[in-house]
């Protein structure tokens, strides 16, 4: 997987230059709180919510255990329908695909919305290297775009910045990508989105070529779907004559039918609404409405590797929801920059060292970037167990390196970092206590490593680690 | 078509999967417990819960009789001073008779469906038979679509470019969209009861509230790209 952010420091570093960032951790309190406290009323108005998790676990499962047959089968469907499907074993071929797409059109310029999937493997940078522009459409990523930034948020990727810096942000860059922002513009949020509006809507009107990620593609009909707040999906969607869809490949489920489970799930858990504004399908082309080309490119880039280890596996259910970041003690205090990569938060804890392995130090810190707690699991709307994966995933970095590795120490400070954070060890506490109860949970074993241990984290005496931390803040 | 510079990684993705799976039994269907539906099945109950969750999404609901229809969307036109309305393709003439103001009529080839006379009427401003382009939905101030189906637990309207509902760029690029809900055969409770009323094949657009961002501060802001305005007129047979 590329798109890492280059030169990202491990874990810890990086989680403590977050902390002493005043602004970033107020901002980022803030955002997580709201959208946990409302997500639980969303949850809470569906008696059967519980069973909407289980069939969506379920779902997905079903899925991954027949994932030949499905693509194979969603390839058809796509096919039929009018549109070109491509393979991308990895980030570079899936990059090289896009590229060529585009210049097959004569454009050089395309517009986009936010996609993970294209975050991941460091789009935008390679088609600049083929001279080609990719505005992000999304307001939140337009703020990142403008602002040379990393989105540090899976649901809302500027929660960093406040109003006044995007303020200046606008101010200063918009005149190098487009229609300046007004002279007179304040740090109104309705002023803000006014002028990304009207700084977006000339690029939509004259955009020949729109690229896009998707939230579910369905095998049995090849529709795509795309989950969204603004618009700026449907304008990159339909107004186009070249629209490319670049999908990682746990996305496909089987039936029409098995919408109705996550478009229930997703928005309530994502964005804490009973339904978000606008939800996109199309089913391949259609004569006279929208693009008249599509692409859809597949992506595996570490996928099929994470398909291979049965407990890492069930990383791949995930929805992209963003309510295990809401709710991690780690996450609010790290921040998202600090998980090095475009996953942040629990999942990306999990996901990233499956993708990419767990050969580079940011990344053997993943697993370690974690007190336990369980909360991550109990809001999953497909039930990913991503403390047991963790776990798991420290057995394989203990494993890979012995004791007193360049790995293991690296690994050793993350926990430390965890441990020595007192905020972070006291919402553990609670939460656990609380969880544990629900939840009995088994550790795996024999063959448990040091680490196991950590699972024992809530035990731990914290007082002396807020000693610590009092004398060390001073 | 499958491009051929990507076969071998296709072969290659495939192959990756099976040796991950290593023959490993198919993991069961989903049970599907869940509910059909959330809300007892009484059509005046269940109007209301989409009335209420429309507007608690912002959009602006009015209720109306058939024979007000013409009147009552012509009212809305005039209170946003609008001077052009965007026509789809297949909307009932007599929706717009009331309304004084531009029509542009746009042409849909090729979609299935009854496909109602899109003929545009004499007083039309273009001539019939093209699409409107983006700069031309740029500069009409609103659009007046049906829908193909609502759903009252979630406060969505699905449009399916069907007849009356226009292409997708139709509703999007106009800043004030005026939708005509049919008590009576359009509205179900659930999401699980919307998906069988509607054709995959059909390109849809799922509204539920006009476009929003909560991306600055989480400070929630209608309309970023799409109407900001949307009003949605529940006709009703009192
Ligand atoms: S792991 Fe679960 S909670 Fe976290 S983003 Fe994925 S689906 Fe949502």
Known sequence: ????????????????????????????????????????????????????????????????SRLDHYLVQLEESVTAAGGTVHWAADADEANRIVADLVKATGESEVVKVKSMATQEIGLNEALEAEGIAAYETDLAELIVQLGKDRPSHILVPAIHRNREEIRDIFRSEMSAWGRPAPDNLTDSPAELAEAARLHLREKFLRAKVGISGANFMVAETGTLVVVESEGNGRMCLTLPET????????????????????????????????????????????????PKTFHLVLLDNGRTATLADEVGRQALRCIRCSACLNVCPVYERAGGHAYGSVYPGPIGAILTPQLRGTQSEVDASLPYASSLCGACYDVCPVAIDIPE??????????????????????????????????????????????????????????????????????EMPAEPFRDWWKKNRT | MTSSTTSSSRAQILARVRTALADGPAAPLPSRDYFASHTPDDPAAILDLLHENLADYRAIVHRTAESELPTVIARLLEQHDAASVAVPAGLPAAWLSGAKIQQRHDVTAGLEGDGVSSLAPSGSDRPAGEPLTPYELDTTDAVVTGCAVAIAETGTIVLDAGPGQGRRALTLVPDIHICVVRAADQVVASVPQSLPHLDPTRPQTWISGPSATSDIELDRVEGVHGPRTLHVVLVTDE
């Open chain 1, 1 to 64: 997987m590329s798109g890492t952010f280059v030169g990202m420091p491990a874990f810890p570093k990086a989680a403590h230059e977050a902390v002493q960032n005043v602004t970033l951790r107020r901002n980022l309190r803030h955002a997580t709180h709201t959208i946990r406290d409302k997500r639980a009323v969303a949850v809470a108005e569906l008696d059967d919510w519980d069973q909407l998790r289980e069939a969506g676990k379920q779902i997905k499962d079903h899925t991954l």
């Open chain 1, 243 to 290: 629209l490319i869809s670049v999908v990682g490949i746990e996305k496909v489920v089987p039936t029409w039918q098995d919408l109705e489970v996550f478009l229930q799930t997703l928005p309530r858990s994502s964005t804490a609404e009973r339904m978000n504004p606008y939800t996109s399908m199309w089913t391949g082309t259609t004569e006279a409405d929208g």
């Open chain 1, 389 to 458: 994966v963790l776990v798991h995933l420290r057995e394989q970095v203990a494993d890979q390196g012995g004791k007193g590795h360049r790995l293991e120490k690296v690994a050793i400070k993350a926990a430390t970092w965890v441990l020595d954070n007192p905020a972070v060890l006291a919402v553990g506490e609670r939460v656990a206590a609380k969880t544990r109860k629900l939840h009995p949970r088994k550790i795996p074993g024999p063959g448990a490593s040091q680490w196991t241990n950590s699972r024992d984290l809530p």
